[in-house]
């Protein structure tokens, strides 16, 4: 089921990126590329109640800490 979230909504949270994704190859560069772009539009747009950050699909887990951590 999908679920819109704010990026605030997000904060605070960690997420895996489960295995069937991973043949999309999110190396560190890509996480941190994607995160940077997150943040730069927050502080662009910290005023503005009606922006929007607008992804491509993307799967993400809820990371919990009983599970293992496979790179």
Known sequence: MSDIKSINDLFGL?????SY??????DEIQV???????????????????SFYCLQPIIV???EQDEKNIN
């Open 14 to 18: 960690n997420f895996v990126i489960p």
């Open 32 to 50: 941190r590329d994607l995160l940077e772009d997150i943040w730069n539009f927050c502080e662009k747009e910290d005023d503005k109640k009606d």
């Open 21 to 26: 994704q991973r043949g999309y190859r999110w």
């Open 61 to 63: 887990k809820k990371y």
